[in-house]
Structure formats: structure tokens, C-alpha cells
T-cell receptor, first 116, second 112 residues
Framework: EAEVAQSPRYKITEKSQAVAFWCDPI?????LYWYRQILGQGPELLVQ????????DSQLPKDRFSAERLKGVDSTLKIQPAELGDSAMYLC??????????????FGPGTRLTVT | SQQGEEDPQALSIQEGENATMNCSYK?????LQWYRQNSGRGLVHLIL?????REKHSGRLRVTLDTSKKSSSLLITASRAADTASYFC????????????FGQGTELSVKP
């Protein structure tokens, strides 16, 4: 069964360092999402791609976060510099359509980030 | 920003009992989805109900939607220890730009 791949699964970094996460969506899925999930809360959308274009990055802290999906397939989310408050689970998801989220989203296992 | 509020925040039941979780939201929606998350893992889609639907079933799951009360419920019948997880509702609507807005979740514990 096709799955969303994410790496690394765990990352410990010191504050002010740079960190990057990678996501490979299910083959053929045009829409890719990055979420941040703080412990005890639901996921919050950071950025949504339709193919290689950003559809929504209204909640992305653009002073330190960046995301790209150059060829419309896999994607990278970067934080530079990392802050203590960035400690969270970073989830990637994909769906076959971005139309009003009318389709289920398939989530990867996530990357647990700890900033010390 | 999170749209949904889930109730209860935590629920503990015995195997074989039914579990009911509720979700309330604030704005008009196009659809509402329920997801399950096992500890430290990604989310798994359970069921999607559209705004013009009132009830939907999938195996041991039953979801209801009351748009007049802006609320939804998820019922898991004959629960099993493997149902232990966090359950999240998520809403999608035009005035949210079509993106999913997740609630805080209900943590379900099913004891054998």
C-alpha cells in the first residue's frame, strides 16, 4: 500500500541551528501539506502545495521557515534558525485533490523535532 | 487557529463498550472529517461526511452531523484495545480557503 514517506523520524537540534525535513508524497498526489502539531493539540497547517505552487502559507512563520516543492513531487521544509518553541511533530500529508479538502489526506509518520 | 472543540478531552472505557466523541465547530462547513492518531504516529483518515449528509457508517464507526447545531459525533461500537488512540475532527469550508482545520482531539483509552 502506498504511503507518505518522511525523514528523519526524530531530530534533536540546538537553538539557532538550521534543520530540514523531507517528505515524499504518494505517487500521483498533486496536493502536499505540511502541518505542525504541538503535543496535546491538533495539527495546524503550515503550507499547502498544489503541484509546485504554494496555495496557502498564511500560517508559515516566513522569517524562519521555508518550504519548497521544486518538481511538484517531494518537498522540503526548513527552519533557520530553530527556536525552543519550534519543538513539535511536523507532519506531511498528501491528497489526490486540493479542491476544498473534499478528499481524504494521507499522512506520513511525522518528524519529532526537539530544540534544546 | 483551531475551529473545532472536542468533547470529552479524554475518555476511558472497557473493551466491548461503545465510545462517543463530540465535535463542535464555529463556521459553516463543506465537509467534516474524522482522523485517528496512534501515539507518536501520523494521522489516519476514518470517515468524511459532507454538509448535506446527516449520518454515515463505516464498519464499527458511525458519524452524525447536525449543521444547525454545528456539531458532529463519532461513535465507535464494541470497542477494542486497538482502538486506543487520539481522535480528531477536522472541518473544511470555503471561508477557510478550503484547508482542513483540526480540533484539539479526544484521547480514547480502551482497557482490556
Amino acid at each position: 500500500e502506498a504511503e507518505v514517506a518522511q525523514s528523519p523520524r526524530y531530530k534533536i537540534t540546538e537553538k539557532s541551528q538550521a534543520v530540514a525535513f523531507w517528505c515524499d508524497p504518494i505517487s500521483g498526489h498533486a496536493t502536499l501539506y505540511w502541518y505542525r502539531q504541538i503535543l496535546g493539540q491538533g495539527p495546524e497547517l503550515l503550507v499547502q502545495f498544489q503541484d509546485e505552487s504554494v496555495v496557502d502559507d498564511s500560517q508559515l512563520p516566513k522569517d524562519r521557515f521555508s518550504a519548497e516543492r521544486l518538481k511538484g513531487v517531494d518537498s522540503t521544509l526548513k527552519i533557520q534558525p530553530a527556536e525552543l518553541g519550534d519543538s513539535a511533530m511536523y507532519l506531511c500529508a498528501s491528497s489526490s485533490s486540493g479542491s476544498l479538502s473534499s478528499y481524504e489526506q494521507y499522512f506520513g509518520p511525522g518528524t519529532r523535532l526537539t530544540v534544546t | 487557529s483551531q475551529q473545532g472543540e472536542e468533547d470529552p478531552q479524554a475518555l476511558s472505557i472497557q473493551e466491548g463498550e461503545n465510545a462517543t466523541m463530540n465535535c463542535s465547530y464555529k463556521t459553516s462547513i463543506n465537509n467534516l472529517q474524522w482522523y485517528r492518531q496512534n501515539s507518536g504516529r501520523g494521522l489516519v483518515h476514518l470517515i468524511l461526511i459532507r454538509s448535506n449528509e446527516r449520518e454515515k457508517h463505516s464498519g464499527r464507526l458511525r458519524v452524525t452531523l447536525d449543521t444547525s447545531k454545528k456539531s458532529s459525533s463519532l461513535l465507535i461500537t464494541a470497542s477494542r484495545a486497538a482502538d486506543t488512540a487520539s481522535y480528531f475532527c477536522a472541518t473544511a469550508s470555503y471561508n477557510q480557503g478550503g484547508k482542513l482545520i483540526f480540533g484539539q482531539g479526544t484521547e480514547l483509552s480502551v482497557k482490556p
